[in-house]
């Protein structure tokens, strides 16, 4: 409060402090006694205007003017942008500029202020209070982050030293059965010598007998058969085998032993606009990595299946790969195939995916089962009786999105299963209308998980994706643009990107498709040479894998600045 203005406080002259002052000066805007007055206004270094103090004026304090003194500052400069006085327009320095009233830079400055204002207080400050909430959210993924790549990194090294302790008692067992071999020979010959020796002490009594006999007819009728005897035994040697270890290639073992992606961090601006005091909200969108005009091919990996049908990504630098055969292959972004498993029954797999804990997940159609492969033992996670497993997909939460065909009806129906319990069913939508056509060839392809939780499933009979809600509610259906120059859309793969962004494959026109969470088109990958795009998923950066049904490739592709 103004001190000037408060009832509890005596006003007092400022200059002596006497009570009660009788005179104000409205341009300097202080309180003077009488004999204050006289001698304020015989102060010439400024103007002043010493009133009643009943008279007393609260309009503007013009400032003073810095080459004038004793004048006030009623006009602005245009080109100058400065305030100047009825005495500086006339000077040579603003000779031929524009003078306006200082008053109304005075407003104008006012209204910038305050729509400053209304902007910091509605929309700048709940923005960076929802900003700073974010950081407590993003120290608790990256601890979680950081647990699961130590865990993936100790379950690597437990499966290394598994195959090391292997490799050693598998060497453990040679020495072991090269002793018992060598020994084995020793204690023969040595029961072959012993005989021998018995033999020969016979013979020396023998001969010492008929040596020292008179008996004319046994001295003459000895044969000697010492030769028998002069060939000695021979001397069993073993050329004992030596251990030679070759150099430790750390290079090639950290290649082996699987690496890191590439670590960044990158800045995103945060995208805003102006919002009124009644639309205002303390929630904001951060901005979203814009689509690129010309999307580029990254690599290009030939898996050699004749026919190429699934990928998902292990790692961000590994995919694992189905084709038209019973082996399921895994690649790194240089083409080199790494591992290659077949199905525990020999049958073609439907498909593949990973689980969140990184481990290969497939469908077997004709077993009616979902298999999946740890520390390289196949395991069922899931068996049916009348229904048989298609697509599988795993979702953030760990559960499984298992796409599946009736035996006898034909029906088709999305199950979200938590490792052989059946959680969740989806099939019809609130009309009790079926969700998906019946398949006549099990033409239901791929399904996949949004970000929102919505569930997207390619349905091929109806040449549409149909995109339900965590609830099972319909959302929409996707069945494309109108387009003069694209025939009629046939999608087969789908995927979801970091953004909730709804990625298709179109079989017919050799594309991908990228819609928003809301099933609104936003733009077509036809730049890249795609010829049959089947399969998609997108690693954690976002870049697209797809894979080429009738050229048995898959291709990176980078469709995001």
């Not at 304090?61 to 004793?70: A, F, I, N, Q």
């Not at 898996?303 to 998902?312: A, I, K, L, P, R």
């Not at 569930?455 to 809600?469: E, F």
């Amino acid at each position: 409060m103004d001190p000037k203005r408060s009832a509890q406080d005596v006003l007092r002259c400022y200059l002596c402090e006497t009570p009660n002052p009788q005179y104000n000066c409205d341009i300097c805007h202080i309180n003077l006694c009488k004999t204050c007055a006289g001698e304020h206004l015989l102060d010439e270094s400024k103007e002043h205007k010493v009133v009643p103090i009943r008279q007393r004026g609260y309009g503007p304090d013009y400032p003073t003017c810095l080459k004038h003194t004793k004048k006030q500052c009623e006009l602005h400069c245009e080109q100058c942008d400065l305030p100047i006085c009825t005495q500086c327009v006339s000077s040579d320095v603003h000779l031929g500029h524009k003078a306006i009233d200082i008053m109304k830079i005075f407003d104008t400055k006012k209204e910038i202020l305050k729509n400053d204002l209304e902007e910091l207080k509605i929309s700048l400050i709940p923005k960076y209070h929802e900003i700073a909430a974010t950081i407590p959210v993003q120290k608790a993924e990256l601890e979680k982050h950081s647990k699961r790549l130590t865990t993936a990194l100790c379950k690597r090294g437990e499966e290394w030293h598994r195959e090391i302790d292997e490799i050693i008692n598998n060497r453990k067992t040679e020495i072991n059965q090269m002793q018992i071999m060598y020994l084995a020979a020793l204690n023969k010959q040595k029961t072959e010598i012993t005989q021998s020796i018995s033999l020969i002490a016979q013979r020396i009594v023998d001969l010492k007998k008929l040596l020292d006999s008179y008996d004319v007819y046994a001295v003459s009728a000895y044969k000697s058969k010492i030769d028998s005897f002069r060939k000695l035994p021979p001397y069993l040697r073993a050329i004992f085998p030596c251990f030679s270890s070759n150099i430790i290639n750390t290079e090639y073992l950290q290649q082996q032993f699987g690496k890191l992606s590439a670590f960044s961090i990158e800045s995103q601006e945060y995208d805003f606009k102006m919002e009124s005091s009644e639309a205002a909200s303390p929630s904001s969108d951060i901005c979203r990595s814009p689509l690129l005009n010309q999307p580029k091919i990254i690599t290009t990996i030939d898996t050699n299946f004749e026919h190429m049908f699934s990928v998902t990504c292990s790692t961000d630098e590994q995919i694992w790969t189905r084709g038209d055969s019973s082996i399921i292959k895994l690649y790194n972004l240089q083409g080199e195939l790494l591992e290659s498993i077949r199905t525990k029954s020999g049958n073609d797999p439907r498909d593949i995916t990973v689980s969140k804990s990184g481990h290969l997940v497939y469908s077997d159609f004709d077993e009616r089962t979902v298999n999946i492969m740890k520390n390289k033992q196949i395991s069922e996670v899931i068996r049916l009786r009348t229904w048989r497993p298609l697509r599988v997909n795993s979702t953030v939460s760990g559960d499984l999105l298992v796409t599946m065909v009736g035996d006898r009806k034909k029906r088709t129906k999305v199950v979200r299963c938590a490792y052989s319990t059946e959680n969740q069913t989806f099939l019809f939508d609130s009309k009790a209308q079926p969700l998906y056509f019946s398949p006549p060839q099990c033409s239901i392809n791929y399904v996949t998980e949004n970000k929102n939780l919505d569930v997207c499933v390619v349905d091929g009979t109806a040449c549409a994706v149909v995109v339900v809600n965590e609830a099972g509610k319909l959302r929409f259906k996707y069945t494309g643009p109108p387009s003069p120059t694209k025939e009629p859309v046939h999608p087969i793969g789908v995927c979801t990107d970091s953004q909730s962004q709804i990625l298709i494959a179109d079989n017919a026109n050799d594309c991908i498709h990228i819609l928003d969470q809301n099933g609104q088109f936003l733009q077509y990958i036809d730049y890249c040479d795609l010829h049959e795009p089947y399969g998609l998923c997108v690693d954690t950066r976002d870049n697209l894998f797809v894979t080429e049904c009738s050229t048995g490739k898959v291709k990176k592709i980078q469709y995001k600045k």
